[in-house]
């Protein structure tokens, strides 16, 4: 029998605010334990949480480029659980009335992937447990951190869907500044509910949900081991059993969580400590009005505007950093393409090789912008260029002030050059003949003459052009032809 | 509204609390006599009124994304029955 896997996500997306949800401390990543509480975030008695403004404007943001309908009138309420990750003994979150829903998401290759809702809430804090004095160790600097959960309907199909929403939807929160998105920091994470039934059917089949998934490696192999565990249970009759999975990365398998861990009854009731959030129209219209251009518009306007081909535009727009450092750049006055050379080869590979992100390299457009000007006017080389570039990359160094220091500034005399060229013909009259006989390659040497002569800081427009000039001479004037 | 011991049980397991034998049945009595006053409330006519979740007519309580100083952590350990200086210690809690 064929078998089709459906599945349905739950993305939680720390929003990137200064300040926790309902209280004023940093939410800067990482510090010492317990160094960003206070009495809202470690719940202590009478505290009162406040609501943030820029986590409502970040979720607001999210769900109109979601395509979800914000909801006008929209309440807290308290998910009520024991556990020490949440000090309250409740997550503020929101059941009843979530901030955004109906959204959709177009994947690619006419694939929409619908988002059932969005809600905002707090983040728990990190426990460590420690076998051996059997304690755990609670710390509370990630509490209160602000989130927003996604909740898409069971439309996915396959891994490569799952891989293809998250992308998208990872470039998009990007985009809008919502969140940094970044995986290893766990501002971006998975819960997968995943269920498979025979190929046809429209009757979903049990599910189990797999939580807290921090790569897309990760997601992608949990969701190819648990179809298959979940095919292989039903085809040798038994059944699959409706529970809490946990992805081991390192044995590549799932495992059922304690199944006491089940009997998930939070007794949600409203939120009596946050006041309901009315959003006017006027709001709502002012947030659509400053909603920035996505990636796939970016990608439009670099073909339609500039005739990038559609492989650059995908690479420039992988990271909105790297986007908007190359439009600075041409704003500078570089040609699209060359900027877009520049950036797909020298500065992604230098990003690469220092192991960074665009947003946080320390050269500046007009430093890229300037080199590729004295590129195009003929006073340095490529491959100069190139040296130069990688001078200044990590500290935005003076390209000018590098050029002069070094005396990299290419020959465009072409005065100079014109001399430099007598003395390799008069010097190479085998390959002046060559030439002249119809063998290309000659030409390539006797280039390769002229740059040597010059330290390689010879315009090769200039070269080629005096070089051709020379030997067309040389072709008419007969008496080259019997010198030595 | 009736409260079963089994029904007791469930709650208490849910809220992390042990209740002793003995007062499990004083328990469900106690809790079956709030539960029944909802009775109460269930029996008038709500055909008209539209649900309530806040009961001041206040909305959109929001304060400025500016970061302030977080506590001092040993003023927010101090209340704690066991630290180690940096976290809270709580009995081992596993998943």
């Not at chain 1, 896997?5 to 317990?34: D, M, Y």
């Not at chain 1, 590129?375 to 491959?383: A, F, H, S, T």
Request: with cysteine; proline share 5%; aromatic share 6%.
């Amino acid at each position: 029998m064929t078998w089709e896997t459906v599945i349905g996500l739950e993305t939680h997306v720390e929003l990137a605010t200064k300040t926790k949800i309902f209280c004023s401390c940093t939410t800067q990543f990482g510090g010492a334990p317990n160094t960003h509480c206070c009495p809202v975030c470690t719940g202590m008695p009478g505290a009162l949480p406040v609501l943030n403004q820029q986590v409502v404007e970040l979720a607001v943001k999210a769900g109109l480029a979601l395509n979800c309908a914000i909801t006008r009138s929209s309440r807290f309420d308290r998910k009520n659980y024991f556990y020490p990750d949440l000090p309250k003994a409740y997550q503020i979150s929101q059941l009843y009335a979530p901030i955004a829903r109906d959204g959709a998401v177009d994947i690619g290759e006419g694939k929409t992937i619908r988002i059932h809702e969005m809600h905002m809430e707090e983040d728990a804090g990190k426990l460590v447990h420690d076998p051996w004095l059997d304690q755990t160790r609670a710390d509370y600097n990630r509490c209160g951190v602000p989130l927003i959960e996604i909740v898409t309907e069971p439309d996915f199909r396959s891994a490569e869907e799952v891989i293809s929403y998250l992308e998208k939807l990872k470039e998009t929160l990007q985009y809008l500044g919502v969140s940094d998105c970044k995986m290893q920091e766990g501002s971006l994470r998975c819960d997968v509910n995943l269920s498979v039934r025979p190929m046809g059917s429209q009757e979903l089949g049990t599910r189990t949900e797999m939580k807290n998934l921090n790569s897309f490696k990760a997601i992608s192999r949990a969701i190819q081991y648990e179809a298959r565990r979940q095919i292989e249970l039903i085809e040798e009759g038994k059944r699959v059993v409706q529970e809490t999975r946990r992805w081991d990365e390192n044995k590549d398998a799932t495992y059922a969580m304690r199944s006491k861990e089940n009997a998930q009854d939070y007794r949600y009731f409203p939120e009596p400590d946050i006041p309901p959030l009315e959003l006017s129209e006027e709001y709502l219209e002012r947030l659509r009005a400053q909603q920035p251009e996505l990636a796939q518009a970016k990608r439009a306007r670099y073909q339609a505007d500039w005739g990038l081909p559609a492989y650059d535009t995908e690479m420039i727009t992988s990271q909105k950093a790297l986007a908007d450092f190359f439009e600075a750049v041409v704003a500078l006055g570089a040609a699209p393409k060359q900027a877009a050379n520049w950036i797909m080869g020298e500065v992604l590979g230098a990003l690469s090789a220092h192991g960074l992100e665009a947003r946080d390299m320390a050269l500046t457009p007009p430093t890229l912008a300037r080199l590729i000007q004295l590129v195009m006017e003929g006073r340095l080389n490529r491959n100069t260029a190139v040296k130069v570039f990688e001078a200044v990359f990590e500290t935005d160094g003076d390209v000018d002030e590098y050029v002069k220091a070094h005396g990299l500034e290419q020959v465009s005399d072409a005065g100079l050059v014109t001399q430099v060229v007598e003395q390799v013909l008069s010097a190479n009259a085998k390959s002046v003949a060559d030439y002249r006989a119809g063998k290309e390659k000659a030409f390539g040497f006797l280039v390769g003459q002229v740059m040597r002569a010059l330290k390689g800081q010879a315009s090769p427009a200039v070269v080629n052009r005096v070089l051709r000039e020379k030997l067309q001479e040389h072709i008419e004037d007969p008496a080259i032809e019997n010198s030595p | 509204m009736k409260i079963t011991e089994e029904l007791v049980d469930y709650v208490s397991e849910l809220s992390r609390l042990k209740l002793p034998e003995g007062e499990k049945a004083a328990m469900a009595a106690e809790l079956e006599q709030i539960v029944d006053y909802m009775d109460v409330l269930n029996g008038l006519d709500t055909a008209d009124v539209e649900p309530l979740s806040h009961v001041f007519p206040v909305k959109n309580v929001l304060r400025a994304d500016e970061v302030q100083p977080s506590c001092d952590r040993d003023a927010l350990l101090s209340g704690a029955p066991a630290s180690d200086g940096e976290a809270f210690l709580v009995p081992r809690a596993v998943e």
